[in-house]
């Protein structure tokens, strides 16, 4: 069976703009993502729905391909019954749960003191949290892993791919070559690989850049005509995206292995240096790609860690 796909675009008040969200018709009526928890995005959403035939009430199922607020919020919207359909480690992030927000916090405290962050700055703290506003309190009502079909939409197959989110799934059909890919692979820009607090903290935290470029490796060996993205415009040229993320990810880590041997520095000095302009404003994702930058050529074993003192210093 031939899915419909919809195509959503709803407004968000983060940086990166609209976001997409997938109406499917298949054997069940399935949202894929849920916009953010704003008013504007919750109207434009019914208007969009009426204008392609349909009524909120209509949606059965909502599948997640990652937590991030943008693309669950509306959720507290939707009714109660809609089945909630994602990856395990969405849970924590969808329900707010206590015990783990506590632990984010003490979590990336440690963390950006490790990377030596100017004090200054961990007053930022309570600010990485303020997105959750526009997230929801919403619980998944069945989890999905790599291979899983879901029940009503017939062909599509459940791929765990991790790296912008802990949480992160795409949708790939084998026989019509589409992937409904969330953030994994957006044609303007390169998606952030994201810190995240494992899920408990005896866990140590996922390396995301690393985890991130093995998820776009295995996207190479399927074949893909077209990739649904939560962001901007499909991309027909997936292979070719591919490539070209991946070597650009390369030399910005030759970048940073250059201003290391220069001299041994601490994660946050260089990610000062990467983004003189953005790096107070935007701490949180400057300091990610720039974890995933060390973490890369920690991982090739260009450089190592000096963790004795309090502040990590990097050295080639
Ligand atoms: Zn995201």
Known sequence: MVTQIHKIVLPTPFDV?????????????????????TEEAWKKF??????????????????????????????????????????????????????????????????????GIDPVFLSFLPKLKSTLKYSCHRSLTSTVKEGDFI?????????ETPGHAQSHIALYHEQQQLLIGGDVLISHISSNPLIEPPQSKYEERAKSQIQYNDTLRRLLTFPIKRVYTGHGEEVENAH????????KQHERAYKVLKLIKEQPRTAFQICTKLFPKVYEKQLGLT?????????????????????????WVYYA
Request: glycine share 8%; net charge negative; hydrophobic share 40%.
């Open 240 to 247: 070719d995206l591919i490539q070209e993320r991946l070597n």
């Open 151 to 159: 029940q009503g939409l017939t062909g599509w197959k459940v791929l």
């Open 17 to 37: 703009g609209d976001v997409n969200v997938y109406l499917l018709e298949g054997d069940s009526l399935t949202l894929v993502d849920a916009g953010v928890k």
């Open 287 to 311: 300091m990610s790609e720039t974890i995933g930058q060390l973490d890369y050529l920690e991982n090739l074993g260009e450089v190592k860690i000096d963790s004795s003192q309090q502040h």
């Open 46 to 115: 019914n208007e969009e729905l009426g204008r392609i035939g349909f009524a909120v009430s209509d949606i059965e199922q909502v599948v997640l391909t990652h937590h991030h607020p943008d693309h669950v919020g509306l959720l507290d919207y939707l009714d109660k019954d809609i089945k909630v359909i994602g990856h395990q480690h969405n849970e924590v992030w969808i329900t707010q749960d206590n015990d783990f927000l506590k632990h984010y916090e003490a979590f990336f405290l440690e963390f950006f003191t490790q990377s």
